[in-house]
């Protein structure tokens, strides 16, 4: 069965350095999306990108954040100066569909700002 | 603003004892709202969409149904296996194609 896959799956970083999480949406899907969860709290809404464009972007995806689909099976999160908040897991989601989409999730990154 | 809220935050049964979770929603317009499962460390695992009050879909021991105010997962005789938290996701007719999710309930099945 296609799953949605992501690397790493911990990264350790230290305030101030810029990472990459990097995604594989399932092969077929056109949209993509990255999503967040801080421990114990709501999974939230970052990001969704389509036709190498974002689509809707949530108040969380500031300046900070951006996401590029690098080929033709990449979609990556960059995140340019981390902050100790920004610790958390982050899942990447990709779907066939625009609306309705039943978007499907990867088993996330678990990202720690030190 | 579009919100979900669930309840129980937590259920501890029995195996075989049946129950029900709920999901409340408040939005400008469904498009849809979708059941998860999520295991600890592990991302949502995809359950049911349902579109429209009165709908009801089914999957093993899990029945999910749909009213024009909140959903239902209803679990049947659970198995230990069942223990995860289940998250339910709103799509709203204004907000594009992002989820809004609830908090979660956190269901644990003894033996």
């Known amino acids: 069965e296609p799953e949605v896959t992501q690397t790493p799956s911990h990264q350790v970083t230290q305030m101030g350095q810029e990472v990459i999480l990097r995604c594989v949406p399932i092969?077929?899907?056109?949209?993509f999306y990255w999503y967040r969860q801080i421990l114990g709290q709501k999974v939230e809404f970052l990001v969704s990108f389509y036709n190498n464009e974002i689509s809707e972007k949530s108040e969380i995806f500031d300046d900070q954040f951006s996401v590029e689909r690098p080929d033709g099976s990449n979609f990556t999160l960059k995140i340019r100066s981390t902050k100790l908040e920004d610790s958390a897991m982050y899942f990447c989601?990709?779907?066939?569909?625009?609306?309705?989409?039943?978007?499907?999730f990867g088993p996330g990154t678990r990202l720690t700002v030190l | 603003e579009d919100q979900v809220t669930q309840s129980p935050e937590a259920l501890r049964l029995q195996e075989g004892e049946s129950s029900s979770l709920n999901c409340s929603y408040t939005?400008?317009?469904?498009?849809?709202l979708f059941w998860y499962r999520q295991d600890p460390g592990k991302g949502p695992e995809f359950l049911f969409t349902l579109y429209s009050a009165g709908e009801e879909k089914e999957k093993e021991r899990l029945k999910a149904t749909l009213t024009k105010k909140e959903s239902f997962l209803h679990i049947t005789a659970p198995k230990p296996e069942d223990s995860a938290t289940y998250l339910c996701?709103?799509?709203?007719?204004?907000?594009?194609?992002?989820?809004?999710f609830g908090g979660g309930t956190r269901l644990m099945v003894k033996p």
């Open positions: 939005v400008s317009g469904l498009r849809g």
């Open positions: 996701a709103v799509q709203a007719r204004n907000a594009g194609n992002m989820l809004t």
């Open positions: 989601a990709s779907s066939e569909d625009y609306l309705p989409s039943e978007q499907f």
């Open positions: 092969s077929n899907h056109l949209y």
